[in-house]
C-alpha cells in the first residue's frame, strides 16, 4: 500500500483520481473490441433498413425502410423455414431432455453390472467428430427413404454424451438418502425421476435445453445434406441459399439473417448466465 | 402417475427376496432411448465409414470390392496425394492462426473487463454474443461486408478489392471471420478462469512493488495456464472440424487455398460420389483428433492439482 501512495505522490495524483484515470483508460481500450463484435450485425441490420437507392453509397440510412422484413415474410419461404427449423430444434431439445435425465439417472441413481463400462462407451463419444459418421448415416438414412422428413433431422440428435455428463455431474449433487426415502415410501424409480429429481434439476435442464436448442437452430451441414424441399428445410438453409438464388436482394438477404438470429439472440440474452454455467459444468470433461 | 405406480406393486412386494428380474434390467431400461441413438446414429455408422474406406464405392455409397489400404495410399501417396497434402496444409495453417487469434482475443476480452467498470456488464455479454450466431448466418453478413463493390470493408479502405475471390487476401479473411466466432467461447472459458485466480496474490504482488506487465507475467499466466491449455484443445478441435464457413464464402477456392481437410471430405462424398475415398479422410481425420484429444485427457490428469 505504501507504494501506491508513494507513486501516487509523485505523479501528483490521489488515489481516486488515479483509478478514475484507470477506469476510464480500460473503457476506451474495451470500446474497439465492443465494436469489432457488434460491427458486423451492425452493419447487417444496417443493410437491411437502407432504401434501395441508398445501397451503394450511404452506410447510414437516410430512414429506416422496413418493407424487406415485410417482403421476407411474405414474398418468400422464409417463414415456412422458420416453422419448421422451430419444430426440429424444439423436438430435438424435448428428446435429449428426456433421454439424457433417463441416462444419467441411470448412471448416478443404480447400481448394475458393467455401469462405468458403458459410461465411458458413452463419454467416448465424444471424441468422435461428425465426419467420421456422417457419410454413413447419409447413406443409411438415403437407403431407409428417411430423405427430406421431419425425423430425419430430429431422431439422429435424439441424445447427446455432453447433455448424459450434464445431467450426471448435476445428479451427484442429490443426497443418496432421498432415493432411499423415496424407495422405502412405495415409489418406484420411473416416479422418483418423474416427480422429484427433473423439478429438482429445473436449472441444469434449462441450461441443457437452451444449450440444445441453440445448437439445433444453428445446425448447418445435415440438414443441407439431408432435405431438398422448402417443406423441411431449416432456416440456416434458407437464409444461405438466398444469395444463389437472388443475389441482387441485398436487403431482403439482410433481414433473413437478422430475422433467423433473433430467437438465437434472444436465447442468449434470456438464459446467458445460466446457459454459461452449463457449458461451463460440460467443459470439465468436455 | 397411477400407472406407474401400479407396475411398481410386484417389484416392491418380491424386493426382501433379493432382486427380481425387472430390477436386473430396469437400468438398461433408463438407458435404451440413448443406446438406441447412439448405436444407430453414431457406433454402426463409424464401423461403417471405417469398412467402407476400404472398398471402392459406387454412387450409391455401395461397397463393390475390397480394395484394402489402396484408398488411404492414393490418398497419401498416390494420384489425389497432391490435392490431400495441399489441404492438409491449409488446415494446419487455418487451425494455426485461429487457435492463436481465438486465445488472444479470449486473453484481451477477459482482461478487459477483470476490474469493475461502468458497462462492463454490458462488455462481457457483447464478447460472449458469438456463441449464440450461428456460422452460416454470419457468413452470409461477412459475404456483405467483404463485398467487392459495396461492402463495408472496401467503403472503408477506398479499396475495391474481390476479398474472396483473391488469392493473397481470401484465406486471411476467412481465418478472422473464425476468430471473430471462436471469441465467444475463448472469452467465456478464459474470463471463467481469470476470476478464480486469487486476489491476494495480486494484492501481496502490489506491495513488493510489482508493475502491471510484472503481474501479468508471473501471476495471470501462470495461474491461468491450466485454462488455457483447456482452450487451446477446443479451439484447436473446433478448427479442425471447421466447414459452414468455407462452404458459404469460399468453396473451397481460390485454388484450392481455402480447400480444408473437411470441405475435402465433403467434395468427395457429395459432389464426386467417391464415398470410400471420403470414408478414408474422416478416418484420417478422426486419428489426428483422437491423438488430440488425448493428449487433452493425460494432460488434465496433471492439472487437477492446480485448480
Redesign the interface.
Known amino acids: ?1 505504501s ?2 501512495s508513494v507513486s501516487s505522490a509523485r505523479s501528483g495524483l490521489t488515489r481516486r483520481q488515479r483509478n478514475a484515470l ?2 476510464s483508460l ?2 476506451l ?2 470500446l474497439p ?2 465494436l ?6 451492425l ?2 441490420f444496417m ?1 437491411s433498413v437502407l432504401p434501395a437507392d441508398e ?2 453509397y450511404r ?1 447510414w440510412p437516410s430512414h429506416f425502410d422496413f418493407t424487406s422484413y415485410l417482403l421476407v415474410f411474405t414474398k418468400t419461404k422464409i417463414p415456412r423455414h422458420i416453422i419448421n427449423s422451430f419444430v426440429v430444434a424444439g423436438s430435438v431439445t424435448i428428446l435429449q431432455m ?3 435425465s ?2 444419467a ?2 448412471f448416478s441413481f ?3 453390472k458393467g ?1 462405468n463400462v ?1 459410461f465411458m462407451c ?1 463419454l467416448a ?16 438414412v ?1 437407403k431407409w427413404n428417411w430423405l427430406d422428413t421431419y425425423h430425419v433431422l430430429i ?2 440428435y ?2 447427446s ?1 455432453m447433455g ?1 455428463f450434464l445431467m450426471r455431474q448435476h445428479y451427484l449433487t442429490f443426497a443418496k438418502e432421498l432415493h432411499e426415502a423415496a424407495r422405502l415410501d ?6 422418483f ?3 422429484i429429481v427433473v423439478p429438482l434439476s429445473r436449472p441444469a435442464l434449462g441450461a441443457l435445453g437452451a444449450y440444445i436448442f ?1 445448437q439445433q ?2 445446425n ?2 445435415w440438414p ?2 439431408v432435405t431438398s424441399t422448402d417443406n423441411v428445410r431449416t432456416v ?2 434458407g ?2 441459399s ?2 444463389d438464388i437472388d443475389s441482387e436482394q ?1 436487403n431482403l ?2 433481414s433473413a ?1 437478422i430475422i ?2 433473433v430467437p ?2 434472444s ?3 434470456f438464459m ?1 448466465k445460466n ?2 454455467n452449463g ?2 459444468a460440460g ?1 470439465v ?2 | 402417475m397411477s400407472a406407474s405406480r401400479a407396475s411398481a406393486s410386484p417389484a416392491k412386494l418380491r424386493r426382501s427376496s433379493g432382486l427380481t428380474f425387472y430390477d436386473k434390467i430396469e437400468p438398461w431400461l433408463f438407458l435404451l432411448p440413448a443406446l438406441l441413438v447412439f448405436g444407430v446414429f453414431l457406433y454402426y455408422p463409424f464401423v461403417k465409414t471405417a469398412y467402407l474406406s476400404t472398398f471402392l464405392t459406387n454412387k450409391y455409397g455401395e461397397a463393390k470390392a475390397f480394395v484394402g489400404f489402396k484408398n488411404y495410399m492414393d490418398i497419401l501417396t498416390g494420384s489425389r496425394s497432391r490435392e490431400f497434402w495441399n489441404s492438409m496444409w491449409v488446415t494446419i495453417r487455418f487451425v494455426f492462426f485461429v487457435t492463436i487469434g481465438g486465445l488472444s482475443m479470449g486473453v484481451i476480452t477477459s482482461m478487459l473487463i477483470d476490474k469493475k467498470f461502468p458497462g462492463n456488464a454490458f462488455a462481457s455479454a457483447i464478447f460472449a454474443m458469438p456463441i449464440a450466431i450461428a456460422s452460416s448466418a454470419a457468413s452470409m453478413s461477412f459475404k456483405m461486408i467483404l463485398h467487392p463493390s459495396i461492402g463495408l470493408l472496401n467503403k472503408i479502405l477506398g479499396t475495391q478489392i474481390n476479398w474472396l475471390n483473391d488469392i493473397r487476401y481470401t484465406f486471411p479473411v476467412i481465418c478472422c471471420l473464425a476468430v471473430w466466432l471462436a471469441t465467444g467461447i475463448n472469452f467465456i472459458f478464459i474470463s471463467a478462469g481469470m476470476r478464480n485466480i486469487p486476489e491476494d496474490l495480486y494484492e501481496s504482488a502490489s506491495i513488493d512493488g510489482a508493475n502491471a506487465w510484472q503481474k501479468f507475467r508471473s501471476i495471470t499466466l501462470p495461474c491461468l495456464s491450466p485454462t488455457l491449455f483447456f482452450q487451446i484443445i477446443i479451439d484447436v478441435i473446433n478448427a479442425f472440424q471447421t466447414f459452414n464457413i468455407v462452404k458459404i464464402l469460399t468453396l473451397g477456392g481460390p485454388l484450392e487455398s481455402t480447400n480444408t481437410i473437411v470441405y475435402s471430405i465433403y467434395l468427395d462424398a457429395f459432389r464426386n460420389f467417391r464415398f470410400g475415398s471420403a470414408a478414408a479422410r474422416s478416418i484420417i481425420l478422426f486419428l489426428i483428433i483422437m491423438v488430440i484429444t488425448l493428449i487433452q485427457f493425460k494432460a488434465e490428469g496433471r492439472s487437477v492439482h492446480y485448480s
Open positions: 500500500m507504494n501506491v484507470w477506469t480500460r473503457m481500450v474495451c473490441f465492443v469489432l463484435i457488434m460491427v458486423p450485425l452493419y447487417t443493410m445501397l451503394y452506410l428426456i433421454t439424457c433417463m441416462a439417472f441411470s443404480l447400481n448394475f455401469r458403458v458413452i463419444t465424444m471424441m468422435v467428430p461428425w465426419e467420421a459418421t456422417i457419410i454413413s448415416n447419409y447413406l443409411t438415403a431422431l439422429p435424439g441424445c454424451a448424459i412405495g415409489c418406484n424409480n420411473w416416479r425421476l418423474a416427480t441453440l437452430w444453428n448447418y451441414l443441407l445434406l440456416q438453409i437464409v444461405a438466398m444469395y441485398i438477404m439482410m439473417v433467423c438470429l438465437s439472440l436465447i442468449f440474452v446467458q446457459l454459461i457449458l461451463m467443459a470433461k468436455g
